[in-house]
T-cell receptor, first 116, second 111 residues
Framework: GAVVSQHPSWVICKSGTSVKIECRSL??????MFWYRQFPKQSLMLMAT?????????EQGVEKDKFLINHASLTLSTLTVTSAHPEDSSFYIC????????????FGPGTRLTVT | QKEVEQNSGPLSVPEGAIASLNCTYS??????FFWYRQYSGKSPELIMS????GDKEDGRFTAQLNKASQYVSLLIRDSQPSDSATYLC???????????FGAGTRLFVKA
């Protein structure tokens, strides 16, 4: 149980284009989903927290107009990197918390984004 | 600023030994604590959660929590080369619905 998927697993895009990453909880309903970014040999950096049906809460320093998050249902959240630039190249990982009240987070496999 | 501190390592132990990973946290109100394992190039995997003072054992893993000292540890018994990874300590804040991650400790288990 507690399986989270992400799609795509990797993507290469040209500078200035937008990329959408999907995060799905496959066998449970997720009240809250989190989006993280991780640069090589660095720790996870929380970008934003999203709750189903409401606007995402962004961490300080994260541009909400650049990283658009939509949590459309209890099993799906999307992150769109708009007008991507090479410095946005990173490993993007989502996680999900269930509706049962548990605070444990289950991570998706991550999406490696390369902007050329 | 709520923080979670870990020794970055690397921690190197021989196969079959006990690996001891430590973590301290700053938020005295935290009630939930987690250990994640992250292999290179992969996403974190939850291996232990602990909510009460004392020890919690699951197979070769034992998590230890001391809220008075704001200290969490993870012991890995009979370490295997496959345990070589980065171990992330994570602490729930704000009622547990947000988690702060440490920078991780790299563990190498030598065959």
């Amino acid at each position: 149980g507690a399986v989270v998927s992400q799609h795509p697993s990797w993507v290469i895009c040209k500078s200035g284009t937008s990329v959408k990453i999907e995060c799905r909880s496959l066998d449970f309903q997720a009240t809250t989903m989190f989006w993280y970014r991780q640069f090589p040999k660095q720790s996870l950096m929380l970008m934003a927290t999203s709750n189903e049906g409401s606007k995402a809460t962004y961490e300080q320093g994260v541009e909400k107009d650049k990283f658009l998050i939509n949590h459309a249902s209890l099993t799906l959240s999307t992150l769109t990197v708009t007008s991507a630039h090479p410095e946005d190249s990173s490993f993007y990982i989502c996680s999900a918390q269930g509706t049962s009240g548990s605070v444990e987070q289950y991570f998706g496999p991550g999406t490696r984004l390369t902007v050329t | 600023q709520k923080e979670v501190e870990q020794n970055s390592g690397p921690l190197s132990v021989p196969e079959g030994a006990i690996a001891s990973l430590n973590c301290t946290y700053s938020d005295r109100g935290s009630q939930s604590f987690f250990w994640y394992r992250q292999y290179s190039g992969k996403s974190p995997e939850l291996i232990m959660s602990i909510y009460s003072n004392g020890d919690k054992e699951d197979g070769r893993f034992t998590a230890q929590l001391n809220k008075a000292s704001q200290y969490v540890s993870l012991l890995i018994r009979d370490s295997q080369p496959s345990d070589s990874a980065t171990y992330l300590c994570a602490v729930g804040v704000g009622g547990g619905f947000k988690t702060i991650f440490g920078a991780g400790t790299r563990l190498f288990v030598k065959a």
